[in-house]
Nanobody
Framework: QVQLVESGGGLVQAGGSLRLSCAASGRIFSINTMTWYRQAPGKQREFVASITSGGSTNYADSVKGRFTISRDNAKNTVALQMNSLKPEDTAVYYC????????????????WGQGTQVTVSS
């Protein structure tokens, strides 16, 4: 089985910073794109940032210039450095990954973490 476990959430004042981490564990051959999503109360889950295995990144317009996504392929981890946080960044942040589990199979499955709460006070 494969698990994604997020950490690093918490309460921070506006203008502050937080760093989220997500670790993938289990039977893993390789990980393609790793993505952070977030879901605020009463809203749909939305894309935040993604990074490919080659390091190409993509960001939502709302976080460009403030958030930085990075990954460590050797450790199967992805991080999200969040600076200049705003109250509207308050949400549960979810890690998502496209994972190939076996060398003998090209099948790629999508996995989600359980989420970590980020609260930004004004």
């Amino acid at each position: 089985q494969v698990q994604l476990v997020e950490s690093g959430g918490g309460l921070v004042q506006a203008g502050g910073s937080l760093r989220l981490s997500c670790a993938a564990s289990g039977r893993i051959f390789s990980i393609n794109t790793m993505t952070w999503y977030r879901q605020a109360p009463g809203k749909q889950r939305e894309f935040v940032a993604s990074i490919t295995s080659g390091g190409s990144t993509n960001y939502a317009d709302s976080v460009k210039g403030r958030f930085t996504i990075s990954r460590d392929n050797a450790k199967n981890t992805v991080a999200l450095q969040m600076n200049s946080l705003k109250p509207e960044d308050t949400a549960v942040y979810y890690c998502n990954a496209d994972i190939r589990r076996y060398i003998w199979s090209s099948a790629v499955d999508n996995y989600w973490g359980q989420g970590t709460q980020v609260t930004v006070s004004s």
